[in-house]
């Protein structure tokens, strides 16, 4: 057993595995003006990150995410999803990879992955505020 991952990373690496569309693996359209888009790389380990938010009046309420890479990567971003379903932009803008590293209680070699799941956040949300920005000021 490799233990640079811990048994909940593994064990929810596995449940993305065995059933992606319910642990939101997917993808929204990028146009839609209600997605927000966030597209991370960390080259060095070869995880890409894609993350998507569906808001409604302010409210994240549907996360999908695609990540290409390590399970830590992959486990960080379906943690994410639980996270962040639910919450304000303010809430999840909120969110650090700290909070992502301690609930998926990653290994210090992994924290990266959480870093990168903050950064996702974080142009996602600045995706969305562009199309919403563009519409308020559409008239």
């Known amino acids: 057993h490799n233990m640079a991952y811990s048994d909940r990373v593994v064990k929810r690496f596995e449940n993305v595995l065995k059933n992606p569309e319910k642990h939101s693996v997917g993808r929204f359209d990028p146009e839609d003006p209600n997605i927000g888009t966030g597209m991370v790389g960390a080259p060095a380990c070869g ?5 998507q938010l569906q808001v409604e009046n302010g409210i994240i309420n549907d996360v999908k995410f695609k990540t290409y890479g390590c399970g830590s990567a992959i486990a960080s971003s379906s943690e ?5 379903t639910g919450k304000t932009l303010e809430q999840a803008e909120a969110v650090t990879n700290k909070q992502i590293a301690e609930i998926l209680d990653l290994p210090p070699i992994k924290l ?11 142009k996602a949300l600045a995706d969305y505020r562009r199309k919403d920005n563009y519409r308020s000021s559409d008239g």
Do not use: F, G
């Open 80 to 84: 994410l999803v639980d996270m962040l």
């Open 47 to 51: 995880d890409v990150m894609r993350l």
């Open 112 to 122: 990266h992955c959480s870093v990168l799941a903050q950064e996702s956040i974080a």
